[in-house]
């Protein structure tokens, strides 16, 4: 009786393993080939318009007519529905923007004078634009960050625009007009992996010891050698389409250069109109330049099984191991529970969840404000910025005899925050608790009045504080510095040096920070039985023995927790550094989180940005792990 | 009979002739524009469009003014128009054009353009609306610094940097906190006139930084003459400071915008004139000019009736609307031959203003330039460093910055 249920999780696990990581891997799979599919198109085309972009060139320099010419390759040429020769003309003088010449598969005739554009044909003149801007901006900032050739894919159509150099400047480009290729069929082959992998451990468990443990390693193995043999005949698939493909240009340049002084190795480029150098000047493929060439995309897939690989796994073992039917169990009998928390749950997965994968996932790409439209795939680098923020050991820069501080280094920025933080957090207990003694002496007169003016810096918005802090802090005006000199004190330039600017903030901080350590620390003294006192002063402790003795140790319970949150506000108090010092002097007194702001939103580096605000998760997070641990202290001994 | 009939017809034709117009009516395409304009400059704006609205009745196009505050406005503009949530047709000055540009925000009107669309607006005023050789918006206003004077204290205002020094002097009472000059020497906004004076860039040709080319040194040294052996400057400068000092008629001249007129006091009688020429290289300073366009989004739907409403905007009338009823600068020169316009001190002040200034670069970058300027300038007038390694170090670190936003695929 016990056989049953065993093999049938276990066959349901991989029934259901096997599905999802074949299913998202052939979707991920077919995603990349319809990518590499699109690319080759472009490059196929390009050929064209490497042949005839030149061409055209060469007869407006000479003011020849273009008809023959367009029209003889409209004829020779099968699946070009037009040719369109689309002219700009730079500032100033904005008038005269015209199609130079125009032809329609249609008529096989067109028209080779000069007309304005229409509504209709807006978009040549927008792709003929984006040509000229694109080369020109590549060329003054000695890059390659913009596409020299511009796809367009329609729904029926795929227009592809040239740039026309006339005197080594873009003034038209050459549009193609093309019947938008078929994509690849995407074959449904993982089924055939499924059923394998279903079958072959069926067999398997009929000789199998129907032991938990066996059939868990057994479903395991089965799967991982299912889609062992997926990965492997996807890759194989992969690079066979690259290669079909590169022939296949192969002989379509070689046919172009047929009749032509034109050497067939320059006519494969890629979208920057850079050699692809697939051809070797003998005319064979260079198999190596493919494979560099594919080499970014595959280590892509293959990771990528990889990790829907061990999701995949995981999610075996979860349910052949008895644990899924466990866990819905439990659904079932709290349901109640847990419709009620649906809402929270739902709101917490969109609005926290969704947004923290999405910066964790941005923190694996090098996407900045220039290369945010590139496909994922493009930007991604994995590890990159996560070894340039924590691999970089460079804090003390040494100039000759000089010795100086970078700033800019992470390390520096982290041990200026936690100082930050441990001293605000000090001062801001110290203070507090020394004003919650004061207003908890007995028979105090005024003491509610005292409590609210106490009270006060807490409940004014913070970054107005801040602003005013800042504001006293002047050199010339402040109302600090005037006290100084009042006593006969030179003026102090806050701002200046990193210590009087870390006094500037540490000030403010505190500032806003003692009220509510001393409500808190107030609420604890009054809970404090004031038989104990009595008890004391009867066995002769004085004072500072009371407090030593009894107060401290009754306030524990009430400290650690101000004090474990007032952690995390202040590590990430942003509006103090931001608004008083803003980090000056050169970057000195920036805490992690206005670095991060910095890094993301005035240089632009949205990917570095990202990285640097998970490792500041993670610091908070193994200081979470470590403070759960301490409470549960306090707890047993409270 | 037949007349009945004959007007039954007639009727119900018209009935449905009058259904029909109501069809039409109802489906007017709504375009939204963004501003971020408050007070007089938000009414002038919505009369404008109002006037528009009923010059185009029943052309099926109506504006709908909606005004963003200007903290969240440039934030806004970037989460919404991707998402295509965000206006066809927004306000806002030149600075943000480039990063906008570049996340396919903004729609090129380049193809729009005519010859005489823009024949009235100054070339310097659409040089800064265009990036990369294409232009991207249409010049509705523009701002920039002038030196603003307290007529009681300065008679003329100083054509040189000499008399302009002389004058300083005169009115400068260190010990009774008296000053004859104020402005934000330590930041670099309020630097770049006597940068440009002195030739001086933040970009080249190709696009790198410069920032510490000779001419930029020369200037940042000729600005710490004055603030040292000049000795009539406060110190360290705030916008509080400058307005407290300038209301209490502690402060001669002042070098800032518009935008410090309305912190200005009602007693203090406010000139404004052009900033005095250098005489060490016989250039004007030159401050930077910011120009609000009307851009057109990328998003949008209605991107040709758009177009004619930003070109509506350009207009001589509503330049003269936004001008004598808003309080701003229009990009229409036709607007300053009015004699109403030419008798406002402060629309002629700030306009001559507008003939020797440049236009503040719109690219993306420049967010890196103002992020390391601020601790040389520092440095330099705490004298914390020389000019020489200050410049040097600011310039290292925007080249890499730079770099990494612009690396090749």
Not at chain 1, 291 to 308: E, H, K, S
Not at chain 1, 349 to 372: C, H, K, Q, R
Not at chain 1, 442 to 463: Q, T
Not at chain 2, 186 to 214: Q, T, W
């Amino acid at each position: 009786m016990l056989r049953q249920p065993l093999s049938k999780q276990a066959l349901f696990g991989l029934a259901v393993a096997l599905l999802v990581s074949l299913f998202f891997s052939q979707w991920i799979a077919s995603e990349y080939r319809q990518q590499q599919f699109a690319k080759q198109q472009i490059q196929q085309w390009s050929i064209q318009g490497q042949v005839l972009g030149p061409m055209i060139s060469q007869h407006i320099q000479e003011k020849k007519n273009l008809q023959p010419l367009l029209v003889k390759w409209l004829e020779t040429h099968v699946g070009i529905q037009s040719i369109t020769v689309a002219g700009i003309k730079k500032m100033p003088g904005y008038r005269s923007k015209r199609i130079v010449a125009h032809t329609d598969i249609m008529q096989k005739s067109g028209e080779f004078q000069p007309k304005r554009y229409s509504k209709d044909t807006r978009y040549l003149y927008d792709l003929a634009k984006s040509v000229a801007r694109h080369v020109s901006t590549n060329r003054t900032e000695n890059t390659f960050r913009k596409a020299h050739i511009v796809s367009n894919w329609e729904e029926k159509t795929l227009q592809l625009a040239f740039p026309l150099y006339l005197k080594n400047k873009v003034s038209a480009a050459l549009v193609l007009k093309i019947e938008r290729p078929k994509p690849p069929k995407s074959d449904i082959q993982f089924l055939a992996y499924v059923g394998t992998g279903l079958g072959l451990l069926a067999i398997a468990l009929l000789f199998i010891p129907q032991k938990r443990r066996y059939t868990v390693i057994a479903a395991s193995s089965f799967f991982i050698l299912v889609v062992g043999l997926y990965s492997i005949s996807t890759f194989h698939r992969f690079e066979q389409q690259a290669i079909d493909s590169a022939s296949h240009m192969l002989s379509l340049a070689q046919h172009e250069t047929k009749d032509r002084a034109i050497a067939a190795e320059s006519l494969l480029v890629d979208i920057y109109e850079r050699p692809l150098g697939w051809i070797t000047p003998e005319l064979t493929l260079n198999q190596h330049a493919i494979q560099d060439y594919l080499a970014r995309p595959m280590t892509q897939l293959r990771n990528f099984f990889v990790l829907i690989g061990g999701l995949s796994l995981l999610f075996l073992v979860f349910i052949a191991s008895g644990a899924a039917s466990r866990t819905i169990a439990t659904l079932k009998e709290h349901r109640q529970a847990y419709s009620y928390a649906m809402p929270a749950i739902i709101g917490m997965t969109i609005l926290v969840f969704f947004p923290f994968a999405y910066g964790i996932m941005l923190s694996f790409t090098d996407t900045n404000l220039f290369n945010e439209s590139l496909p994922l795939s493009e930007r991604w680098i994995g590890f990159g910025n996560y070894v340039s923020i924590l691999g970089d050991f460079n804090v003390v820069a040494a100039d000759g005899e000089a010795w100086s501080v970078n700033y800019q280094n992470f390390y520096w920025t982290l041990l200026f925050t936690i100082f930050w933080t441990v001293t605000n957090v000090f001062f801001s207990v110290l203070i507090g608790l020394i004003l919650a003694l004061a207003l908890n002496t007995e028979g105090l007169k005024g003491k509610a009045i005292y409590r609210v003016l106490l009270i006060l810096p807490w409940a004014i918005p913070n970054y107005i504080t801040a602003l005013i802090w800042k504001g006293m802090f002047h050199q010339q005006f402040g109302v600090v510095n005037q006290l100084i000199q009042l006593f006969g004190g030179n003026a102090v330039a806050w701002f200046d040096n990193v210590g009087s600017s870390f006094m500037t903030v540490l000030m403010t901080n505190v500032w806003l920070g003692f009220p509510f350590m001393m409500v808190v620390l107030l609420g604890g003294l009054q809970s404090i039985s004031s038989d104990m006192y009595e008890a004391a002063r009867i066995d002769g402790a004085n004072r500072w023995q009371q407090f030593r003795y009894i107060t401290l140790p009754s306030l524990k319970p009430t400290i650690i927790p101000a004090v474990i949150l007032s952690v995390v506000w202040t590590f990430n108090m942003f509006n103090v550094i931001y608004l008083v010092n803003q980090g000056e002097p050169a970057g000195s007194n920036e805490i992690l989180l206005t670095q991060a702001y910095k890094i993301g939103f005035e240089k632009y580096q949205y990917a570095y940005a990202a990285a640097y605000s998970v490792v500041i998760f993670a610091i908070l997070f193994i200081y979470g792990i470590f403070q759960n641990k301490v409470s549960k202290a306090t707890e047993a001994n409270a | 009979m037949l007349q009945k009939s004959f007007k039954k017809t007639t009727l119900a034709l018209s009935l449905s002739m009058m259904a029909f117009s109501a069809v039409l009516q109802a489906a007017d395409d709504q375009l939204i524009l963004w501003h971020s304009y408050r007070g007089a400059e938000k009414s002038s704006l919505e009369k404008v469009v109002q006037q528009y609205n009923q010059d185009m009745a029943g052309k099926g196009v109506k504006i709908k003014p909606l005004a963003v505050p200007h903290d969240a406005y440039a934030d806004k503009i970037t989460a919404a128009v991707p998402r295509g949530k965000g206006p066809d047709v927004f306000i806002f000055s030149q600075d943000r054009l480039g990063g906008w540009i570049e996340s396919g925000i903004i729609q090129s009107i380049d193809f729009f353009i005519e010859d005489e669309t823009l024949e009235n607006v100054d070339e310097k005023l659409v040089s800064a609306l265009t990036y990369q050789d294409t232009i991207y918006g249409i010049p509705l206003n523009f701002k920039s610094t002038a030196l603003i004077y307290n007529k009681k204290l300065i008679k003329t205002p100083p054509k040189t940097d000499k008399e302009l020094i002389t004058l300083a002097k005169k009115h400068t009472n260190k010990a009774a906190g008296q000053f004859g000059l104020a402005y934000k020497y330590n930041k670099f906004y309020f630097h770049v006139p006597i940068m440009n004076a002195f030739g001086g860039r933040v970009f080249d040709e190709k696009s790198n930084p410069v920032l510490n080319s000779k001419e930029n040194k020369a200037s940042l040294s000729y600005m710490m003459d004055w603030y040292e052996n000049g000795q009539f400057l406060p110190e360290e400068p705030s916008d509080a400071l400058i307005t407290s000092l300038f209301n209490k008629s502690k402060a001669a001249m002042v070098i800032s915008g518009p935008w410090f007129l309305g912190e200005v006091k009602d007693d203090i009688d406010v000139g404004i004139a052009p900033l005095p020429t250098i005489t060490k290289t016989g250039k004007p300073m030159e401050p930077w000019l910011s120009v609000e366009g009307a851009y057109i989004s990328t998003k949008s739907k209605y991107q040709e009736k758009a177009f004619n409403f930003i070109q509506y905007l350009t207009t001589k009338d509503v330049g003269l609307t936004m001008a004598l009823e808003g309080g701003q600068l229009p990009a229409n020169r036709t607007v300053y031959e009015d004699i109403r316009v030419l008798n406002n001190p402060i629309l002629k002040g700030f306009y001559d203003q507008m003939k020797t200034a440049t236009p503040m670069p719109n690219r993306a970058e420049m967010t890196i330039v103002w992020s390391h300027t601020p601790t040389a300038l520092n440095k330099i007038v705490k004298k914390t460093t020389t000019i020489d390694k200050a410049m040097d170090q600011a310039q290292q670190f925007a080249l890499k910055d730079i770099q990494v936003l612009r690396k090749s695929q």
